[in-house]
Antibody
Framework: EVRLVESGGGLVQPGGSLRLSCGASGFKFDDYAMHWVRQGPGQGLEWVSGINWNSDRIVYADSVKGRFAVSRDNAKNSLYLQMDNLRPEDAALYYC???????????????WGQGTPVAVSS | SYELTQPPSVSVSPGQTARITCSGDKLVEKYTSWYQQKPGQAPVMVIFQDMRRPSGIPERFSGSNSGNTATLTISGTQGMDEADYYCQAWDSTACVFGTGTKVTVL
């Protein structure tokens, strides 16, 4: 059974930083692209960033480019999102998401974590 | 940037057919996936590659894609289908989600 468990969320002041983590199990982590998707309170889904299986393709949404950095450690079956210069509009539930197809980027998302909440307020 | 537009809400009576549209420029040239999200839960994929159903998804869920519009159809809608639904496609390497549709089963 695939499990994706996010952690690291919390309350941070505007301009502050947070590092989210996602621990993966139940599948061969280093064979799949992974993504972060967020959902603001009462809002829709917004894709944040994607990274392919060997980290040689990393893509960001325009809204976070230059402030967020995605990375992965395949030896630890873990995905990360370093978030700097946070803004109130970054407040959301952040989901760790797995692509469905082995070693292909940009397919569909077959497994989601339960999310970790990020609040940005002074 | 690429945009996908959905109606904010769709209402359907139990046992009837619900159709949710997703509009985007030349959407037929891209694969569309659909996700169901119930309150307090993570999204679940119900359709991928325009019309394919993942294992475990009931046959009443179907999809199509033509021109600028993809459509998710729920036939014989049940109360458990009441949820938010999001379409999703790729603009090159960037993922795009639709604006979301709340399906209410009256």
């Amino acid at each position: 059974e695939v499990r994706l468990v996010e952690s690291g969320g919390g309350l941070v002041q505007p301009g502050g930083s947070l590092r989210l983590s996602c621990g993966a199990s139940g599948f061969k982590f280093d064979d799949y692209a992974m993504h972060w998707v967020r959902q603001g309170p009462g809002q829709g889904l917004e894709w944040v960033s994607g990274i392919n299986w060997n980290s040689d393709r990393i893509v960001y949404a325009d809204s976070v480019k230059g402030r967020f950095a995605v990375s992965r450690d395949n030896a630890k079956n873990s995905l990360y999102l370093q978030m700097d210069n946070l803004r109130p509009e970054d407040a959301a539930l952040y989901y760790c998401v797995k692509e469905a197809v082995i070693r292909v980027y940009a397919t569909q998302f077959d497994d989601w974590g339960q999310g970790t909440p990020v609040a940005v307020s002074s | 940037s690429y945009e996908l537009t959905q109606p904010p809400s769709v209402s359907v009576s139990p046992g009837q057919t619900a159709r949710i549209t997703c509009s985007g420029d030349k959407l037929v040239e891209k694969y569309t996936s659909w996700y169901q999200q119930k309150p307090g839960q993570a999204p679940v994929m119900v359709i991928f590659q325009d019309m394919r159903r993942p294992s475990g998804i009931p046959e009443r869920f179907s999809g199509s894609n033509s021109g600028n519009t993809a459509t998710l159809t729920i036939s014989g809608t049940q109360g458990m289908d009441e949820a938010d639904y999001y379409c999703q496609a790729w603009d090159s390497t960037a993922c795009v989600f639709g604006t979301g549709t709340k399906v209410t089963v009256l």
